[in-house]
């Protein structure tokens, strides 16, 4: 499995972007796909989650929530995580992920994640 991330950039605060997560490869009929960042001299943390099994399941972090969304493209094969009123906080290597059988409790952990993309920056500043 393959995936690439991108759709980031660099932002004013309050500005938006729509990052992107395009899988190629196998396919999975059980499976997650998550979004996490990791900014410099800090751990990789979550910021949202499909996940397949529940239909239209989706989780957010609560730092994001409202904020953030993700959404998918079945057909395309593709991720979606449009970012809203973004602040400077949010600036980070965002990568996305993808994880087969993942349950509801290990959702927000990247180490239930089996497949990774390189990550795409985004940045945000006045």
């Known amino acids: 499995v393959q995936l690439q991330a991108s759709g980031g950039g660099l932002v004013q605060p309050g500005g938006s972007l729509r990052l992107s997560c395009a899988a190629s490869?196998?396919?999975?009929?059980?499976?997650?796909v998550g979004w996490f960042r990791q900014a410099p001299g800090k751990e990789r943390e979550f910021v949202a989650a499909?996940?397949?099994?529940?239909?239209?399941?989706?989780y957010h972090a609560d730092s994001v929530k409202g904020r953030f969304t993700i959404s998918r493209d079945r057909a395309q094969k593709t991720v979606y995580l449009q970012m809203n009123s973004l602040k400077p906080e949010d600036t980070a290597v965002y990568y996305c992920?993808?994880?087969?059988?993942?349950?509801?409790?290990?959702?927000?952990?990247?180490?239930?994640?089996?497949?990774w993309g390189r990550g795409t920056q985004v940045t945000v500043s006045s």
């Open positions: 992920a993808i994880g087969q059988g993942v349950v509801t409790s290990r959702i927000r952990s990247p180490d239930a994640y089996d497949y």
């Open positions: 490869g196998r396919t999975f009929s059980n499976y997650a």
């Open positions: 499909h996940r397949s099994r529940d239909g239209t399941n989706t």
